[in-house]
């Protein structure tokens, strides 16, 4: 029977790109970490690119590029869909299905809209690049909108915003507009509320 151990990581966050790090180079261990995206994301700073403080490239990095210095880690970019705990296996969406010694389950958590997934199309998340992006192109959108309202009452609509949640990004979005508004002839100053914890009209809302 051999001693050579090969462990799979499902995740490539923080979870399963530190268990992968650790393992790096470890004799008589196989390692294969699976995640549906081949980038790695600093998730902290996500609020600055929805708020176009920083452009996407600047938190985010290729997973092989991280774990390149270790030989016995290989990456798959994969959807999984199930694991076969009697068999040992890995489910993909492609039908494959890796054999492991251990499995590691690092997938992070996701939003919960209270059985109410319909409001997701209203609130987005903020745990990908794509999601900071859909956040970015609706406030934006709001200010070009309230450079046509017709009256005080809807632009303040326009500029309004509501957000679930006190991570850090909910203070820089009250001071957002002085990294690239100056343009806008009504654009909001960092004073302006347009930021409410519940009621009000809102053209955007996120949940972070």
């Not at 009504?186 to 004073?191: I, N």
Request: net charge neutral; charged share 20%.
């Amino acid at each position: 029977m051999s001693s050579q151990q090969h462990i799979v990581i499902i995740g490539g966050g923080f979870g399963g790109l530190a268990c992968a790090i650790e393992l790096g180079n470890v004799a008589n261990v196989d390692v294969t970490l699976i995640d549906r995206r081949n980038h790695s994301l600093f998730q902290p700073l996500l609020y600055q690119v929805a708020t176009a403080a920083l452009s996407p490239a600047d938190i985010a990095e290729p997973i092989r590029k991280t774990l390149a210095r270790f030989k016995n880690i290989k990456m798959i970019m994969a959807e999984v869909t199930g694991v076969d705990a009697p068999g040992n296996r890995v489910l993909l969406e492609d039908g494959s299905a890796p054999a492991y010694d251990k499995l590691v389950i690092a997938t992070g958590s996701d939003y919960d809209y209270f059985g109410h997934e319909e409001w997701r199309d209203y609130a987005p998340g903020l745990k990908s690049i794509h999601e900071a992006r859909q956040i970015r192109h609706r406030l934006l959108l709001a200010f070009e909108r309230a450079e046509l309202a017709a009256s005080a009452s809807d632009k303040q609509k326009m500029l309004t915003s509501i957000i679930d949640g006190r991570r850090d990004g909910r203070g820089h979005l009250r001071t957002w507009p002085l990294h690239d508004q100056s343009g806008f002839s009504h654009a909001p100053t960092s004073t302006s509320p347009r930021h409410s914890s519940r009621g009000g009209a809102a053209t955007s809302c996120c949940i972070s």
